[in-house]
């Protein structure tokens, strides 16, 4: 019912910027939270930012100053600038959708495939 497709990511050099993309896809009214999340190899998957449909932000604080979230919620997509990115940062992307409402159903918590962020020193 509820698609969310990553894009941007790849390789990029230290101090470099790199901005992603997610779009979530189906007959979605509306959706309270949306964010990033990433994994690195041999940890845990963690909270990059989130946003809500109202523009409240929560970033973790190794990317706060760093990192911008933003979405547009007539397309159901959120974005992710980042900037001054250091290798600490390489890690598979993924792209979080919560409270997605469809025709007055609630559906939670969708994950995008991920997409590979590098940084590489």
């Known amino acids: 019912q509820v698609q969310l497709v990553e894009s941007g990511g790849g390789l990029v050099q230290a101090g470099g910027s790199s901005r992603l993309s997610c779009a979530a896809s189906?007959?979605?009214?509306?959706?309270?939270?949306m964010g990033w999340y990433r994994q690195a190899p041999g940890s845990q998957r963690e909270l990059v930012a989130t946003?809500?449909?109202?523009?409240?932000?929560n970033y973790a604080d190794s990317v706060k100053g760093r990192f911008t979230i933003s979405r547009d919620n007539a397309k159901n997509t959120v974005y992710l600038q980042m900037n001054s990115l250091n290798p600490e940062d390489t890690a598979v992307y993924y792209c979080?959708?919560?409270?997605?409402?469809?025709?007055?159903?609630?559906?939670?918590?969708?994950w995008g495939q991920g997409t590979q962020v590098t940084v590489s020193s």
């Open positions: 946003i809500t449909s109202g523009g409240v932000t």
């Open positions: 189906g007959r979605i009214d509306s959706i309270n939270t």
């Open positions: 979080n959708a919560d409270m997605i409402w469809i025709a007055g159903r609630r559906l939670d918590d969708y």
